[in-house]
């Protein structure tokens, strides 16, 4: 059977991979949705710390972001070539990369969860664990959105609305375009 991209991938065959920026809700639709797919669930977050040994805000102040990234490409690499289809919850910054991006459509349906930068301020903008929201996580997130617009674009197949959604209905909402995806 041959998936909607022409790829020979299809959804049941294929990772469900969730983007989006910092507050979106990646993580806790991704368990939702993992959960009601009977699949196991990732957050390249939690794959970078492990591989690391170290939080976020370690690896940030060690090695820059630069060595963050290249840690979460590796992490990025591993996640797409499991051969379980799995429910992938991505950090906000993993599309930016091209190869990233590249590997996560050929191996996946990518959703794209969005959400207006004063919904995710509210979310995250007390959040101490997240190294680029230091400085204004305002100003942050509202610059963040207008520069990875292109990003989140090129890389999802679909995106959700999470604006004042509740959890379910976003899951709901992320499994019919899952399904959409791959007919
Ligand atoms: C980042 C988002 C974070 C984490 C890191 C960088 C980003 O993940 O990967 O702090 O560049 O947007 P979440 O989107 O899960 O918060």
Known sequence: MTGSDGSGRTADAGHLVLIGLMGAGKTTVGRECARRLARDFVDTDDLVIHTAQMSVDDIFAAGGEAEFRRIEHDVV?????????????????????????????????????????????????????????????????????????????AAAHTSVDTDGIAVEAVADAVLAAFAECAA
């Open 77 to 153: 690499a591993d996640v797409c070539a499991s051969p379980q289809p799995l429910v992938v919850a991505c950090g906000g910054g993993t599309v930016l990369d091209a190869e990233n991006r590249r590997l996560l459509r050929a191996t996946g349906t990518v959703v794209w969860l969005r959400a207006p930068a004063a919904t995710l301020l509210a979310r995250v903008g007390d959040d101490t664990t997240r190294p680029l929201l230091r400085g204004g996580p305002a100003g942050v997130l509202a610059r963040l959105e207008r520069q990875r617009e292109p990003a989140y674009e």
